[in-house]
């Protein structure tokens, strides 16, 4: 199972018909997604007009799509949500601590009572991979010891801070497709009960001496059981 796969299960599940997504780099995600209105955020995405118009082909859907050539934050700061709200948000941006929860908390803003929040790279597999930089790029450069050309960043530190500090939020990840973060309204489920003052210094030995608590991580049936939740209450 992968993100599109979960993603489009969501979709399904909440009917949607209104998605965003964040970093939408070559639209490897984006494209295949069968969904009515789609938003594409990115300010140096790697799509040319003629590949926009090949995948409106493969994905009628994709006709339809709006593309924005900027930062998140000027997004979020710019750009009206649609009317009621995205239905479901995808957020696969800048893999930092900072962005991916800043992304997350100004998601939260324009997503519709009942919505999701996903977010990609929530669980390194080693700590080449969790490695904290700006860029993909930036992180290849720094040759770590161990280096595969997996790198995921700090994403995961997005996931522990809103375990602790947001309480009205239900967040786990899937143990698939380097960890699959879902988002949404609701009572936390088993809290965690640490300072999140310090959780930017933290490493990946952190992450590794309690990977399942901190991030709530669940094996990728557990989607199933999310899905069931997401029909009760939509």
Same mark, same amino acid.
């Given at each position: 199972?992968? *993100? #599109?796969? #979960?993603?489009? *299960?969501i979709a399904e599940a909440l009917n949607a018909r209104r998605y965003l997504e964040i970093g939408v780099s070559k639209g490897e995600t984006f494209f295949p997604l069968r #969904?009515? *209105?789609?938003?594409?955020?990115d300010p140096s995405p790697r799509l040319s007009w003629r590949k926009r118009l090949?995948? $409106?082909?493969?994905? +009628?859907?994709?006709?339809?799509n709006t593309y924005h050539f900027l930062t998140s934050d000027d997004f979020f700061a710019r750009v009206p949500p649609p009317s009621g709200g995205f239905d479901l948000v995808f957020i696969d941006g800048l893999h930092t601590y900072e962005q991916a929860l800043r992304d997350t908390l100004n998601?939260?803003?324009?997503?519709? +009572?009942?919505?999701v929040i996903a977010?990609?790279? $929530?669980? +390194?597999?080693h700590g080449p991979a969790a490695l904290p930089a700006a860029s993909y790029e930036a992180a290849?450069?720094?040759?770590? +010891? &161990?280096? /595969?050309?997996?790198? $995921?960043?700090?994403v995961w530190k997005a996931i522990v801070h809103l *375990?602790? &500090?947001? /309480?009205?939020l239900e967040v786990a990840v899937l143990d698939c497709d380097y960890g699959v973060g879902l988002v949404r309204r609701g009572a936390t489920q088993a809290p965690l009960k640490l300072d999140i003052a310090g959780l930017k210094t933290w490493d990946y030995a952190k992450l590794a001496a309690g990977r399942r608590e901190l991030l709530n991580l669940k094996p990728p049936a557990y989607l199933e059981e999310w899905l069931r939740v997401?029909?009760? #209450?939509n």
């Amino acid at each position: 199972m992968d *993100r #599109i796969d #979960i993603l489009q *299960r969501i979709a399904e599940a909440l009917n949607a018909r209104r998605y965003l997504e964040i970093g939408v780099s070559k639209g490897e995600t984006f494209f295949p997604l069968r #969904i009515a *209105r789609k938003v594409a955020v990115d300010p140096s995405p790697r799509l040319s007009w003629r590949k926009r118009l090949r995948k $409106c082909f493969t994905n +009628p859907r994709n006709f339809f799509n709006t593309y924005h050539f900027l930062t998140s934050d000027d997004f979020f700061a710019r750009v009206p949500p649609p009317s009621g709200g995205f239905d479901l948000v995808f957020i696969d941006g800048l893999h930092t601590y900072e962005q991916a929860l800043r992304d997350t908390l100004n998601a939260l803003k324009v997503l519709k +009572p009942g919505g999701v929040i996903a977010l990609h790279d $929530c669980n +390194p597999p080693h700590g080449p991979a969790a490695l904290p930089a700006a860029s993909y790029e930036a992180a290849a450069a720094a040759k770590a +010891p &161990g280096w /595969t050309g997996e790198w $995921c960043g700090d994403v995961w530190k997005a996931i522990v801070h809103l *375990r602790a &500090g947001e /309480t009205a939020l239900e967040v786990a990840v899937l143990d698939c497709d380097y960890g699959v973060g879902l988002v949404r309204r609701g009572a936390t489920q088993a809290p965690l009960k640490l300072d999140i003052a310090g959780l930017k210094t933290w490493d990946y030995a952190k992450l590794a001496a309690g990977r399942r608590e901190l991030l709530n991580l669940k094996p990728p049936a557990y989607l199933e059981e999310w899905l069931r939740v997401l029909k009760k #209450i939509n």
